[in-house]
C-alpha cells in the first residue's frame, strides 16, 4: 500500500476482528539474493511459474557489522504456498569490499559446505533492508507483518535512486490448515491484494 503512514496501519490493523496485537518490537531485516548470471529465479519469478525458489542471506539489526547468527534461507513456492528452509551461518562480517568480487559467496561457504551445492553457479544478485512490525492474532493462529523504510541496492551496494519512503508491504501469514480463513481477514483491509516480490522489484529498480 502506498502513501499510508505506518502509524494508521497499525490502526487499521487492531480493529481487525481477530484482534491482533503487537507481537515483537520492530527490527531492521538485511537481504542479500542469490540467482545465476542469466537471473532463472528473477526470470521465473516474474513469469509466475508455479513451483519456483529463490536462495537469500539474512541478517537483522545493523547492516554493516560482524554477524554471528545469519541464515542462509531458500525460499520455495509451489502455487500458492511458500515453504522455507534456513542453514545457520555461524559467523561473516558483513563489509563494504565483500560484495566485491562476490567474496561473500566465498565467505558463506567457508560456513557451512553443504550450501555449495546450492550455490553453484550464483552470484550476489540484489540487496535490500527495511524495518518490520510485527503483530498476532489473539488465537495465534494468523499475523501481520508491516515492512517499510525500503531501500535497494545492487550487487556492488549502489543504492537504487527511486524512492520507496511511501511504500508499505502488508503480509498475512497462517498455517496451511487456517488458509480458508485468511479472506476473512482480507475483506476488512481498505486495500486491494497484489503480489509483490522484493526480490523482483530490487532487480528492476536498476533496469531503468
Known sequence: CNNFKSKNLYFIIKKLSY????????????????DNLDKDNYIQSIE???NRFKIRLR?????????????LEIKSKKNFIGFKN????????????????????NEILKNNLEINLLLKNNIVSSVNTYEREYFESFDKKFRITIDYNLKF??????????NFN?????????????L?????????????????????EGIESFLD
Open 153 to 162: 541496492f545492487n550487487s556492488n551496494l549502489k543504492i537504487c535512486k527511486k
Open 19 to 34: 484482534g491482533f496485537v503487537k507481537k515483537y518490537n520492530k527490527r531492521r531485516i538485511n537481504n542479500v539474493y542469490f
Open 180 to 200: 480458508n480463513n485468511i479472506s476473512s481477514i482480507t475483506e476488512e483491509l481498505p486495500f486491494r491484494l497484489s503480489r509483490f516480490s522484493k526480490y523482483t
Open 48 to 50: 509466475g511459474i508455479s
Open 59 to 71: 541478517w537483522y539489526g545493523k547492516f554493516f557489522r560482524v554477524v554471528e547468527n545469519a541464515n
Open 86 to 105: 534456513s542453514y545457520k551461518i555461524n559467523k561473516i562480517n558483513i563489509e563494504n569490499k565483500i560484495f566485491k568480487n562476490n567474496k561473500i559467496l
Open 166 to 178: 511511501e511504500l508499505c508491504i502488508i503480509e498475512i501469514k497462517t498455517n496451511l490448515k487456517y
